[in-house]
């Protein structure tokens, strides 16, 4: 059974920086596609960044050069390290996973974590 937690989420200040973390456990197959979607109340969940098996990284216009996703670790840990925050990232984080490409569709991920806050204050 594939699992997904991440980790992270905290409230900052404007111009702060937070990294989130993501675990994918139970998940054997070569090709995969790990993303970050956010999600505001009353709104759709969006994908903001994402990382494939070779290490293909694609970032949302609203965060492309503040956020970066990497993976590493014993346990293939993802990360995302998210800097010069801003209040309108103010939102539910969630790490999400596949196999095959990645997508901008949430409903292609079959793969979810419960989600980590990140709140920042102006």
């Known amino acids: 059974q594939v699992q997904v937690e991440e980790s992270g989420g905290a409230s900052v200040e404007t111009g702060g920086s937070l990294r989130l973390s993501c675990v994918v456990s139970?998940?054997?197959?070569?090709?995969?596609?790990v993303a970050w979607f956010r999600q505001t109340p009353g709104k759709e969940r969006v994908g903001i960044a994402s990382i494939d098996n070779d290490g293909s990284t694609t970032y949302a216009d609203s965060v492309q050069g503040r956020f970066t996703a990497t993976q590493g670790g014993p346990e293939n840990t993802l990360y995302l390290q998210m800097n010069s925050l801003k209040p309108e990232d103010t939102a539910m984080y969630y790490c999400v996973g596949r196999s095959g490409f990645c997508s901008n569709n949430p409903a292609h991920y079959n793969y979810w974590g419960q989600g980590t806050q990140v709140t920042v204050s102006s």
């Open positions: 139970g998940y054997t197959d070569d090709s995969y596609c």
